[in-house]
T-cell receptor, first 114, second 114 residues
């Protein structure tokens, strides 16, 4: 089945540092999504990527859809304390019948030290 | 603020109780989803409704019974649950369950089974 390998599993950084995390798969995905989940809340969509090679920014966040369609990365620049949370990559896999299924990575837990 | 609203936010129930979780969205989305999320894990898909009809059941035990009364509402009826069913239950919606549209999540119901 489709699986995503997300790394790193966790990061502990100083405020102001840049952060990078990525997801890889042996399967091809049509859409890559990055979500952030804070404690006690649901995942919030940060960035959606629809085309191989696409590079998209959302404020201090930048994400890219890998050219092979099997990977994606997320960068956070100049981290701040509110960046703390769990970041999930997710690939949208489209089956032959046309319906889709969201496949999640295991998540990257980010802690920011002031 | 999430556009997918889930109630209640917390629920504690005994193994013999019957309760229901509710989810509502007013974005005009025609696909709605139930996910189960255990601590420190990504969400796991349980059910998919497309145009108010059940399209995917990920082999979920019958003690979980979904219902979609109309295009804006999704319920999850619970009966005779087990302690291992304690988890965060997330509802999500997307314009359709095909194509490349992202899913948007509610904040979840934290369920504890005594």
């Amino acid at each position: 089945g489709q699986q995503l390998n997300q790394s790193p599993q966790s990061m502990f950084i100083q405020e102001g540092e840049d952060v990078s995390m990525n997801c890889t798969s042996s399967s091809i995905f049509n859409t890559w999504l990055w979500y952030k989940q804070d404690p006690g809340e649901g995942p919030v969509l940060l960035i959606a990527l629809y085309k191989a090679g696409e590079l998209t920014s959302n404020g201090r966040l930048t994400a890219q859809f890998g050219i092979t369609r099997k990977d994606s990365f997320l960068n956070i620049s100049a981290s701040i304390p509110s960046d703390v949370g769990i970041y999930f990559c997710a690939g949208l896999f489209i089956f032959s019948g046309g319906y889709n299924k969201l496949i999640f990575g295991a998540g990257t837990r980010l802690a920011v030290h002031p | 603020d999430t556009e997918v609203t889930q109630t209640p936010k917390h629920l504690v129930m005994g193994m013999t109780n019957k309760k229901s979780l509710k989810c509502e969205q007013h974005m005009g989305h025609r696909a709605m989803y139930w996910y189960k999320q255990k601590a420190k894990k990504p969400p796991e898909l349980m059910f998919v409704y497309s145009y108010e009809k059940l399209s995917i059941n990920e082999s979920v035990p019958s003690r979980f019974s979904p219902e979609c009364p109309n295009s804006s509402l999704l319920n999850l009826h619970l009966h005779a649950l087990q302690p291992e069913d304690s988890a965060l239950y997330l509802c999500a919606s997307s314009p359709r369950d095909w194509g490349n549209q992202p899913q948007h999540f509610g904040d979840g119901t934290r369920l504890s089974i005594l």
